[in-house]
Antibody, heavy 120, light 108 residues
Framework: QVQLQQSGPGLVKPSQTLSLTCAISGDSVSSNTAAWNWIRQSPSRGLEWLGR?????????DYAVSVKSRITINPDTSKNQFSLQLNSVTPEDTAVYYC??????????WGQGTLVTVSS | EIVLTQSPATLSLSPGERATLSCRASQSVSRYLAWYQQKPGQAPRLLIYDASNRATGIPARFSGSGSGTDFTLTISSLEPEDFAVYYCQQRSNWPQGAFGPGTKVDIK
């Protein structure tokens, strides 16, 4: 059974960087068949896909147009986890952030969610 | 970008009743549509993928149908634990424009 465990701060100041980590058990971040996603949810935006990382002979990343200039998702093979960094945050980035595995583009396993509030 | 719309926004039903939820895509997504259930304080859970395939461990009272632009999630007889919000998600041009706005099924 795949499990995803999220960690990271719940409060970030405006203009700073939001950083979250998702630790994987039961699968590998280097899997050739899965991709590792970050998704957020807020009352104003609903469920919003942010980006993903995946390995297909080499590492690949895809990012949502809405955050492309501010986002980085990195795999960490030594710890079997992946991370999200979102720069220059504003209160509009306040949301519950989820990591999720995507297998054939279906999100079959999710982390527990982290409420991140952007506030001074 | 493919836009998903869901109707109704809220569905008020009693336990034991049949629930019929709709998801419409702005252009064809073939059968590349999934349904998720989300309860308060929890992450979404995959119910149905590729329009009609139940995910592992999902009860048979959940079924999906449709293709192209019109899809339906049916819950044949509502159990107390089924009152939740349901989202559709397309993977035709995944991951852009992925999710619908949701339908809340609440207790009448």
């Amino acid at each position: 059974q795949v499990q995803l465990q999220q960690s990271g701060p719940g409060l970030v100041k405006p203009s700073q960087t939001l950083s979250l980590t998702c630790a994987i058990s039961g699968d590998s971040v280097s899997s050739n068949t899965a991709a590792w996603n970050w998704i957020r949810q807020s009352p104003s935006r609903g469920l919003e896909w942010l980006g993903r990382t995946y390995y297909r002979s080499k590492w690949n990343n895809d990012y949502a147009v809405s955050v492309k200039s501010r986002i980085t998702i990195n795999p960490d093979t030594s710890k079997n986890q992946f991370s999200l960094q979102l720069n220059s945050v504003t209160p509009e980035d306040t949301a519950v952030y989820y990591c999720a595995r995507d297998y054939d583009q279906n999100l079959d396993f999710w982390g527990q969610g982290t409420l991140v509030t952007v506030s001074s | 970008e493919i836009v998903l719309t869901q109707s109704p926004a809220t569905l008020s039903l009693s336990p034991g009743e049949r629930a019929t939820l709709s998801c419409r895509a702005s252009q064809s997504v073939s059968r590349y549509l999934a349904w998720y259930q989300q309860k308060p304080g929890q992450a979404p859970r995959l119910l149905i993928y590729d329009a009609s395939n139940r995910a592992t461990g999902i009860p048979a009272r959940f079924s999906g149908s449709g293709s192209g632009t019109d899809f339906t999630l049916t819950i044949s007889s509502l159990e107390p634990e089924d009152f939740a919000v349901y989202y559709c998600q397309q993977r035709s041009n995944w991951p852009q424009g992925a999710f619908g706005p949701g339908t809340k099924v609440d207790i009448k």
